[in-house]
């Protein structure tokens, strides 16, 4: 009968059933069966000690793959929350960027840079404009200019080397970028992505 409850006890997916109460009722049903063995003959005892050295092992995997799968049931539903919860903020991202022309960032920073910053400056931006000049920086990484008006124009910082490479000057362009500043007297975004 002790057997039969601490199976019972490593069956049931509860945290700490099994341990703190099937291992002790396990062992004392063991003890018991050598007790019984001692005192009234081999065959006395000896169904209880190999359901308790045999069954009782298959048990307990049996219990800790119950408990298994009741954990990964349970974590589930926060791995889905987590998957909508990130595709709700990518969606978010998506309704709050800004588009506009190089030469209206150009001149919005002309007229306020702190308006402008509290307005552009960290924000997903996509940005179009026309290729003024394609450089390198001090780190020999692709800063494109593009044109704002004459004498004005705004810096794009992250593009990889092979998309500065395929531009050309006076070529219309698009780019989602974030808004970082001003740059050199010069309004810049960073992390570009060639639309």
């Given at each position: 009968m002790?057997?039969v ?11 700490g ?14 003890i ?9 003959g081999?065959?006395?005892?000896l ?6 050295l ?8 049996v ?6 799968g ?10 889905d929350a ?31 840079e702190?308006?402008?910053d509290?307005l ?44 500065a490479?395929g ?24 992390h570009?992505?060639?639309?």
């Open positions: 002790l057997l409850i601490a199976w019972l006890c490593f069956l049931i997916p509860f945290p059933l099994g341990f703190f109460i099937g291992w002790p009722l396990n062992l004392v049903a063991f018991l069966a050598i007790v019984a063995m001692s005192s009234g081999v065959t006395k005892g169904a209880p000690l190999l359901l308790s045999m069954v009782s092992p298959m048990v307990y995997f219990g800790i793959a119950i408990f298994a009741t954990l990964s049931a349970v974590s589930a539903p926060r791995e987590h998957a909508a919860e990130t595709e709700s903020e990518a969606i978010s991202v998506l309704a709050d960027t800004i588009e506009l022309a190089a030469r209206q960032l150009y001149l919005d920073y002309q007229a306020n702190i308006a402008a509290v552009y400056k960290g924000k997903p931006l996509v940005i179009s404009g026309d290729v003024e000049a394609i450089q390198g920086d001090s780190l020999d990484q692709p800063v494109v200019h593009l044109s704002a008006g004459p004498d004005a124009r705004v810096l794009l910082m992250g593009l990889t080397t092979t998309d490479a531009l050309r000057k006076g070529e219309a362009i698009t780019a989602a970028c974030t808004g970082d500043g001003m740059a050199r007297e010069t309004p810049a975004m960073r570009c992505d060639l639309r």
